[in-house]
């Protein structure tokens, strides 16, 4: 019997990597983001290099409904998912007042409100599963404010909270919850955010096949909070003991444009 593992934001970078590291445990996998060409390539590959079974749905989350037509399309197919991997996203930086409107609420929508349903939606039949997990990719932007992507930090800060408390309030009922927070990645997140000349670019990017390894690894160990990369982990650890107007104020400087 397959084991079904739910990956959205899987035609590229974190998300991606994510299917390819299930589908290299064994895992069946519904790959799920807006294009269907990206993703048919995908599960061409993972079916050819790891026969597993996938199935594609081209869905965009953002969109009203969007997390209701995935649900109904795994209901449908009668799939009941071992494993849900939250890790469609996107950012918008620049400063608050002067961003595009629509922009943030389309990042809200996704980041925030498809997560959340989609999860609610789910959750139900994996309770009565017994044995599953959740894996919501939230960010080392997550633990601090973040002057110049307010919006996208405070998003993040929310996956993060959401998901430590579904892990309190499902213990004992079969489900595990894990956040997995990367730090920059070298994806194609940062150009569609519009934030190329960002400080904190000058450091490096962190492999997304690494981010995901970590990821899928912390998960399956029942691990709350996944911080990937030894620097990144050095860096959340040291804002728990600075002045959170430090902490605000050295993201802004890290998020100055250079």
Known sequence: MDRWAVVTGASGGIGLELARELARRGYALVLSARSAD?????????RAAHDVRCLVCAVDLG???????????????GVRPEILVNNAG????GP???ADADRVQAMLELNVVALTRLTRLLLPAMIDLGHARILNV???????????????????AYVLSLSEALAVELRGRGVRVTALCPGPTATGFVARAAGERAAMLRGGLADAAAVARAGVAGLLRGRRVVVAGWRNRMMVR????APRRLVTWVAAWMMREV
Do not use: C, N, W
């Open 38 to 46: 990206a993703l048919e390539a995908l599960a061409s590959e993972l």
């Open 63 to 77: 969109a009203p409904g969007g997390a209701d037509a995935l649900a109904h399309r795994l209901a449908d197919a």
């Open 90 to 93: 996107i950012g918008v930086y």
């Open 96 to 98: 608050f007042a002067e």
């Open 138 to 156: 939230a960010s080392t932007a997550a633990f601090q404010p973040g002057p110049g992507m307010a919006a996208y930090f405070a998003s993040k």
């Open 238 to 241: 040291a804002q728990r003991f």
